[in-house]
């Protein structure tokens, strides 16, 4: 018998050795997507607190509409170029790692907001900074929910990961009557670093993968072409993301320009979060009864939102209280079926996958507030809200065609 021959048995027998408390158990489902909701909300929640809080900076720091459109852009265009390079990083590396280091570098971002941001190219390069924790902890959040939850309960479980977008503005909203306007904005960012490391202790552990598992997976995604389905996917999350972002990023302005006190626009703008995270909540929840249809339930939501966007430019109180219910509320609640609905492409690697459709969201979520900052020193928030509602009209469009092209996937 030759030295091979006995080393082969001699490996499994060490292998079986090995106790089975050796490797951290598996996360439980509800505190995998309890760690992934709280990621995402550290990990985003910068940007919306500026957006939320834009009356009061713009103030102390002398920014315009189309320089603060270009602050919120440039976080998005650095998270869009960082997205697709982060999905095969976080495949490699492991969802729990990638998702603290985003929270640490979004902590460190708004205290370095909150000390030091005194002039416009502070704030962008600290929103820069921002960016990166953004496409970290997104990405982070839908690999582990993927790899954790149980398939029946994906649907739900990427509604309430993405429910935590619109609870960031949500929060950034309340920040406005709550720090902005007693002790000052600097706070509000002070309150959300101090949120964001509070949830560093709720990220679960990685079990790791084993290594005969990962290297086929890493062959097949070499191998596969995004495909057309998924391109179209992606234009049609840019141009829904592009009008979204916008409402987010002007409601208040355009609220208090109308003559809406700034406590009451930056409430209009809480109402539209809990509207839509409740919607983000129960799209997912009847995502995982049924089959079928979930790009078109897309497709239907971009279309409700792009006639609330539309009210949003008749500049009369009860129709932008209606328009928000609709364009932001439900016109907004869409990516977490849309994450769904790609994620079960190949969930194999559903970091890699989605980061294909996130990188269309932050692309539009780039361009829509440094377009819309344009617009509205050249034609006023009437014509913003009009082009808003055709984009997001036609991103119905590009998701009912992408839909098509994914026919017999369970993406469809």
Known sequence: MTISQVAVPLRVVASAAVPAAAAPPAPKPVSTAVAAVTTTVASVIPVFLVSGLAVQICRE?????????????????????????????????????????????????????ALSARSMPALVLMLAVAATANSLGQLASNASLSRSVPRRRHGFAFGAKQAAVPLATLLSGAAVPALALTVGWRWGFVAGAALALAALALVPRDRPRPAMARAPAARRRGREPAGAGLVALSVGAALGAAAATTVATFLVDSAVAQGVTEALAGLMLTLGGVICVCARLFVGWLADRWNRGHLSMVAAMLAIGASGIALLGLRRPAASLLGVTLGYGLGWCWPGLLTFSVARLRPRTPAAVTSITQTGVYAGACLGPLGAGLLVVHGGYTVVWSVSACAMALSACFMLLGSELTVGTNGR
């Open 61 to 113: 720091l002398n920014l315009t509409p189309t320089t603060l459109g270009l602050a919120v852009s440039v976080y998005f265009g650095v998270t869009a170029l960082g997205s697709l390079p982060v999905g095969a990083l976080v495949e490699r590396l492991g969802p729990a790692w990638t998702a603290r280091v985003a929270i640490l570098l979004a902590a460190d971002a708004m205290l370095a907001i």
